[in-house]
C-alpha cells in the first residue's frame, strides 16, 4: 500500500529525492512518517509530516539538509534530501498512520500501521 523509490547512490554533498505512493488508502487521513536503516543499526525515524502537510518534525541530523512535503492529489509524499553525507547511508522506508503524534512518538517504528518496503540510499564519501 505505500511504495517507496527514488534511492541510489550519490556522492557525499549531493542530493536525492525519494518518493513514497500511496494506493489503497486515502493518503490524506493518514500522516507519513520516513524512517531509515544502516546496517547493523536499529531503524531510526528520519522526518513526518501530518495529514495536511501544515506541520512536519525533523531528527536533528537531517534538520536543514532534509526537507518532507506531500502532494495528496498526487497520492504521494516526498523527501527532498540536499548535502547527503556517508551517515546518511540506509534503508529508507516510509509508514503512515492515521494518527498524529506529539513529542517524540513519532521516531518510533510501532508508531505506524502501515509500511512500504524500502529504497535503498548510499552515499559514498
Known amino acids: 500500500q505505500l511504495q517507496a523509490s527514488g534511492g541510489g547512490l550519490v556522492q557525499s554533498g549531493g542530493s536525492l529525492r525519494l518518493s513514497c505512493v500511496a494506493s489503497?488508502?486515502?493518503?490524506?487521513?493518514?500522516?507519513i512518517g520516513w524512517f531509515r536503516q544502516a546496517p547493523g543499526k536499529e531503524r531510526e525515524g528520519v522526518s513526518c509530516?501530518?495529514?495536511?502537510?501544515?506541520?512536519?518534525q525533523y531528527v536533528d541530523s537531517v534538520k536543514g539538509r532534509f526537507t518532507i512535503s506531500r502532494d495528496n492529489a498526487k497520492k504521494t509524499v516526498y523527501l527532498q534530501m540536499n548535502s547527503l553525507k556517508p551517515e546518511d547511508t540506509g534503508i529508507y522506508y516510509c509508514?503512515?498512520?492515521?494518527?498524529?503524534?506529539?513529542?517524540?512518538?513519532?521516531?518510533?517504528?510501532?508508531?505506524?500501521?502501515?509500511w512500504g518496503q524500502g529504497t535503498q540510499v548510499t552515499v559514498s564519501s
Open positions: 509508514a503512515a498512520d492515521p494518527t498524529w503524534w506529539s513529542g517524540s512518538r513519532w521516531t518510533e517504528p510501532y508508531s505506524y500501521d502501515y
Open positions: 489503497g488508502i486515502t493518503l490524506d487521513y493518514y500522516a
Open positions: 509530516i501530518d495529514s495536511t502537510g501544515d506541520t512536519t
